[in-house]
């Protein structure tokens, strides 16, 4: 139920998504990723991020999954780490879209005290070295700060003579203003990795799985100040 509706609606199915995951799929209960739980990786998101990745120095990344978080206002994620990638080596590629949020970025040690800063739409982190392993969480979505509904780069139209082998694809308007109408209130995150190193495969003595990290946070929006898991078959 929407939350200070005069009467009760029932949420859409869109404002009910909180993750995807893409490529190989990460399993929120286990920490892990199977060679058997695999789809194809979207082309158009990888080639977007092995050029991003080459422009920092990382030739030859490869886009292998990705998880995408869907946040409202009203939600957060808690402290994790992302270790349960094989090649901790490449780096760890975050593109924000919609509304802002507060990120925090700690340590190696969850205690440690964290350094807090704003993500705005159109932002990329690229966590890698040191960094790759360090804890971060995002306890806050914020209004844009360019206070309206829809961040200026995600509300103009786009040119009718693209460049040959461009990734940006025309959408009909129909499809575009729905989701405007969801970036207005929501912040969509993606955070691209690289599962395996090159030639590498997932390690036979755990039955083909990758050893990930311990239960923790990761893996939860909180809203109204209650965790609720990601679930394929409850929340998305």
């Not at 700060?145 to 460049?163: F, I, K, V």
């Not at 990930?212 to 946070?217: F, K, R, T």
């Amino acid at each position: 139920i929407r939350k200070g509706s005069s009467k009760c609606e029932p949420r859409s199915l869109l404002e009910k998504l909180r993750w995807v995951t893409l490529g190989y799929h990460y399993n929120w209960d286990t920490k892990k990723y199977t060679p058997n739980h695999h789809t194809p990786f979207p082309s158009d998101l990888a080639f977007l991020s092995e050029q991003v990745a080459a422009a920092c120095g990382f030739q030859g990344f490869q886009a292998q999954a990705g998880i995408l978080n869907y946040y409202h206002f009203d939600s957060s994620l808690g402290i994790h780490v992302d270790e349960s990638e094989l090649d901790h080596s490449r780096p760890l590629l975050s593109f924000s879209f919609g509304q802002s949020s507060i990120f925090l970025l700690g340590g190696l040690k969850r205690e440690e005290a964290p350094t807090a800063m704003f993500m705005h739409s159109g932002d990329i982190m690229v966590m890698s070295g040191f960094s790759r392993l360090l804890h971060h969480a995002v306890p806050r979505v914020l209004p844009n700060p360019e206070g309206t509904a829809l961040p200026s780069c995600l509300d103009q139209a786009l040119p009718s003579d693209l460049p040959a082998g461009s990734v940006i694809e025309q959408s009909s308007e129909e499809d575009w203003q729905v989701c405007a109408k969801y970036l207005q209130s929501s912040r969509i995150n993606m955070t691209i990795r690289q599962v395996l190193a090159e030639g590498q495969n997932f390690p036979e003595e755990s039955g083909t799985e990758i050893k990930g990290q311990a239960p923790s946070e990761d893996g939860y929006h909180q809203e109204n100040g209650r965790a609720k898991r990601h679930r394929a078959n409850t929340d998305s």
